[in-house]
């Protein structure tokens, strides 16, 4: 599953503490097996990623690709 979810283009406050990033999770249900969820907060995306523990191999290839994608994207496409 992936999903975006909508938050107001405003600081957000908890407590009276103004919120400094935001941490999407996608809780599970039946077969799904990887969550994706992404905020767009003040201009800036935030991703959460969420993983079955009987899908291990999934989710490190998921990790690994998205790692690699997110070096390439900002200009530095290798590991080293």
């Known amino acids: 599953m992936i999903t975006n979810?909508?938050?107001p283009p405003v600081p957000l406050y908890a407590l009276g503490?103004?919120?400094l990033g935001v941490y999407p999770y996608v809780?599970?249900?039946g077969?799904?097996?990887i969550g994706v969820a992404v905020i767009s907060y003040l201009g800036?995306?935030?991703f959460g990623f969420t993983g079955d523990q009987d899908s291990t191999a999934i989710s490190?290839?998921?990790a690994e690709a998205w790692?690699?994608?997110s070096r390439v994207a900002?200009?530095?496409p290798t590991l080293t």
Do not use: E, K, N, Q
């Open 5 to 7: 979810l909508p938050v």
């Open 17 to 19: 503490r103004r919120m």
């Open 27 to 29: 809780p599970f249900s």
């Open 31 to 33: 077969h799904m097996r």
């Open 44 to 46: 800036v995306l935030h």
């Open 60 to 62: 490190t290839c998921c």
């Open 67 to 69: 790692t690699v994608g």
């Open 74 to 76: 900002r200009g530095r």
